[in-house]
């Protein structure tokens, strides 16, 4: 037992005493794989190494590393002998230069915000001088015309020189506050760190001679993702759709990626690599049970709902992404088998402050082809659709959308591709200039009784009225109601033509309106079921 007490303390002794010995090398982060949770960095550097063994440390790396994916690639000119991970307990973390740097920046900008309000004090008291002295006339003095003029110039020019100079010393006042918030900000961060110790990266080489040689180490952090964001943009309901594929980066791995070949992966090295297997699916038979419980749900089919609303300062600052060459132009697409890459050829800067950073990773313009859709029962007004039917082929994932039509932001909508199927439909909005309406045709709405049996018939009349100056292609959708007791009987008496389906009751029109002219299109059914009973939900 005492043999074993002592070995542990000759192992961690030795631990310890490799990592003070060990060469410190800074090599800088150079490429950055990001992916749905996590990321993949790279540091790469010259390092010296001299004959025989050389032990290296890579300090000051983030603890939230996956040890057993550090990887370590050298050359045929030396021997990499061993790697290990460490965290490093017995490193000050308020040693580092950053906070000295920022907290040194945040002394002197609040000094030049004392200046400034000193200056503003200045030029209070210097106008409440001269609102003081506004009199010109002594008690035994008669007062002269050009006195009076050549005053009040002085006074009318200084009071104006004032104002602008408390202009001036208020924005610069402004802009002040806000540089102290923003490195207050970074301090706080760098300081929540201080309990955090470091980790380290420990390699053992051996050379063969001295030399200068490159170096690279890679990891896989925790700290770090991006989730999709898209905007779409239609100038007219003749135009393509105007697409752009966006990824918001994030991470807080301690280490700012300043300048790195950044990589926006689709793929979640979080989730097992391992095939599943298929289990006996068994089925059996049951005894029904006279009254059965029937689950429903209302679920619509997959649609983006684009609500109308008010654009936040988010989504209006981005109306002029497609002027001029975006990252997009500078992105390459690399297909695996199991996810896509989007490599961006320009450096890239992400902060490690946990904030979201646009990457525009692809821009296409895509065919669209545009109808509307309403359904009167619910809303009366006539919503524009723009079907894609080429959209696989970029990659995308589930995220929200920013709908544009017209140079106007419309509204916000959700790309699901696993329910979009072929076919990607986007809601543009509602069109005022289709006035639709829905009314109850009261003689044909009567309860009538016969023998044993009682009969309810609704009836509607809904109508589309086109004041647009083209014509429109317009999905209109109703629905008849369905029976859940076999003793409650429906009957379709009137369609106009409407495709029904059985199944969901849903009844929907397919029309082409001309400019200017209205369609009026009628739905009407009959509901019987035993006397003294009621219908519930008609």
Not at 2 to 21: E, H, P, R
Not at 203 to 230: C, E, H, M, R
Not at 397 to 416: A, C, H, Q, R
Not at 463 to 491: F, W
């Amino acid at each position: 037992m005492k043999k074993i007490i002592i070995a542990s303390l000759l192992l961690a002794f030795a631990v310890a005493s490799f990592g003070q010995t060990a060469k410190l090398i800074d090599p800088k982060i150079t490429d950055v794989t990001v992916f749905m949770a996590g990321a993949q960095v790279t540091h790469t550097g010259d390092v010296s190494l001299k004959t025989g063994e050389n032990q290296l440390r890579i300090s000051d790396l983030t603890v939230n590393l996956d040890p057993n994916s550090i990887q370590v690639e050298g050359n045929a000119n030396y021997t990499i002998v061993s790697v290990r991970h460490q965290v490093n307990y017995s490193m000050d973390a308020t040693r580092n230069p950053k906070i000295k740097v920022i907290s040194d920046s945040l002394e002197d900008m609040q000094f030049k915000q004392k200046e400034v309000q000193g200056l503003k004090n200045v030029v209070l008291q210097e106008k409440s001088l001269l609102e003081a002295n506004k009199s010109i006339k002594g008690t035994n003095s008669s007062l002269i015309a050009e006195d009076l003029e050549e005053m009040a110039n002085f006074f009318r020019e200084r009071m104006k020189q004032i104002e602008y100079r408390w202009l001036e010393l208020t924005e610069q006042e402004n802009s002040n506050n806000r540089t102290i918030i923003r490195l207050q900000n970074q301090l706080n961060q760098l300081n929540a760190r201080i309990s955090e110790n470091p980790s380290e990266i420990l390699i053992t080489v051996q050379s063969s001679k001295d030399q200068k040689t490159n170096l690279k180490v890679s990891y896989f952090a925790y700290q770090a993702g991006w989730y999709p964001v898209y905007d779409l943009r239609a100038e007219d309901i003749n135009s393509n759709i105007e697409f752009a594929y966006r990824a918001k980066v994030f991470q807080s791995t301690g280490n700012d990626w300043n300048d790195v070949n950044l990589t926006i992966s689709t793929g979640n090295p979080n989730i097992g690599g391992q095939a599943p297997q298929l289990s006996p699916w068994y089925i059996n038979l049951y005894q029904q049970y006279q009254k059965r419980l029937e689950y429903k749900t209302n679920a619509p089919a997959f649609e983006m709902n684009a609500t109308p609303s008010v654009a936040y300062s988010d989504a209006i600052g981005e109306q002029d992404l497609f002027r001029g060459k975006t990252m997009a132009d500078f992105t390459s697409i690399q297909n695996n088998t199991v996810s896509t890459e989007f490599k961006i050829s320009l450096p890239y800067d992400v902060p490690s402050d946990n904030q979201q950073y646009d990457v525009i990773m692809q821009k296409e313009t895509i065919t669209a082809l545009y109808d509307y859709v309403t359904i009167p029962k619910l809303d009366n007004d006539a919503f524009l659709r723009a079907r894609l039917t080429n959209w696989m082929q970029y990659s995308l994932l589930p995220g929200e959308s920013n709908i544009y039509f017209k140079g106007t932001f419309v509204g916000k909508g959700y790309i699901d591709p696993v329910q979009a199927n072929d076919t990607l439909t986007i809601s543009l909005g509602r069109d005022r200039a289709i006035n639709i309406k829905r009314d109850q045709i009261k003689e044909y709405c009567q309860t009538t009784t016969f023998g044993s049996k009682q009969k309810t018939t609704k009836a509607y009349e809904i109508s589309i009225t086109n004041t647009k100056k083209q014509d429109i292609t317009i999905e209109v959708e109703d629905q008849l109601p369905i029976s859940q007791n076999g003793e409650l009987e429906v009957e379709t008496e009137e369609l106009s033509g409407g495709t029904y389906d059985e199944t969901t009751g849903k009844v929907t029109w397919k029309l082409t309106i001309p400019a200017g002219t209205t369609v009026k299109k009628q739905l009407r059914f009959s509901a019987k079921y035993p006397k003294k009973q009621f219908v519930s939900g008609l």
